[in-house]
């Protein structure tokens, strides 16, 4: 079992920054690609930002390359993301999701195990 609390959200303006943290509990942390979600209101859930287990791989939906990036600290049991440059387009509200047991990244929303309870980014233009 994992439990994830994300951390971090708020209010800011276009071409600001914010990080995101995702504190895990549990053993199985430091096994599991960690996943960033984000869901907008009427919009389907979608991938944003995923690290392997060991943070060796990395992968960013086009939407954010070059603007977020994410990283792990296994000794702290915790996942980030920073958000740079933020624009309207990513107001949602952002997911913390592990995908267990070694296994590769995912970019599907099945694909992942447990899941935080999400935190509002809000981009005002």
């Known amino acids: 079992q994992v439990q994830l609390v994300e951390s971090g959200g708020g209010l800011v303006q276009a071409g600001e920054s914010l990080r995101l943290s995702c504190a895990g509990s549990?053993?199985?942390?430091?096994?599991?690609?960690m996943g960033w979600f984000r869901q907008a209101p009427g919009k389907e859930r979608e991938i944003v930002s995923a690290?392997?287990?060991?943070?060796?791989?990395?992968y960013y939906a086009d939407s954010v390359k070059g603007r977020f990036t994410i990283s792990r600290d296994n000794a702290k049991n915790t996942v980030y993301l920073q958000m740079n440059s933020l624009k309207s387009e990513d107001t949602a509200v952002y997911y913390c999701?592990?995908?267990?047991?070694?296994?590769?990244?995912?970019?599907?929303?099945?694909?992942?195990?447990?899941w935080g309870q999400g935190t509002q980014v809000t981009v005002s233009s």
């Open positions: 690290i392997i287990w060991s943070g060796g791989s990395t």
């Open positions: 999701a592990a995908r267990a047991d070694y296994r590769g990244i995912g970019t599907q929303r099945a694909m992942y195990d447990y």
């Open positions: 549990g053993r199985t942390f430091s096994r599991s690609t």
